[in-house]
């Protein structure tokens, strides 16, 4: 599995998680790298995403709430989420695309994916 992600688990709403991801087993090249989660009908829907000259594009559910970043030392990709809700809970999913210009959300062009990780929120 190419990308590892870490960092999710149990909190209440208005409380803070950071997700994690790790990159460093993806063939060396640029990527546009995101965020998505499962989604209630089980397709994968954008959270967020960075692409490899740093612009980001977010859900309109999470503007202002969430944040992506990456480490490129560390070869480490961040969600925090802040804020939370009951309704951002789900399986979070880190992806890569070989495209590194990337501004876009749909999950079909990126090419490597993550397990996912659980994030629940309660009320």
């Known amino acids: 599995v190419p990308l590892v992600e870490s960092g999710g688990g149990s909190v209440q709403a208005g409380g803070s998680l950071r997700l994690s991801c790790e990159t460093s087993?993806?063939?060396?090249?640029?990527?546009?790298m995101g965020w998505f989660r499962r989604g209630p009908g089980k397709e994968r829907l954008g959270v967020a995403m960075i692409n490899s000259l740093g612009a980001t594009t977010y859900a309109d559910s999470v503007k202002g709430r969430f944040t992506i970043s990456q480490d490129n030392a560390k070869k480490t990709l961040y969600l925090e989420m802040n804020r939370l809700k009951p309704e951002d809970t789900d399986m979070y999913y880190c992806?890569?695309?070989?495209?590194?210009?990337?501004?876009?959300?749909?999950?079909?062009?990126?090419?490597?994916w993550g397990k996912g990780i659980l994030v629940t929120v309660s009320s």
């Open positions: 992806a890569a695309s070989v495209t590194p210009d990337l501004t876009s959300l749909n999950r079909l062009v990126y090419n490597y």
């Open positions: 087993r993806l063939p060396d090249r640029r990527y546009s």
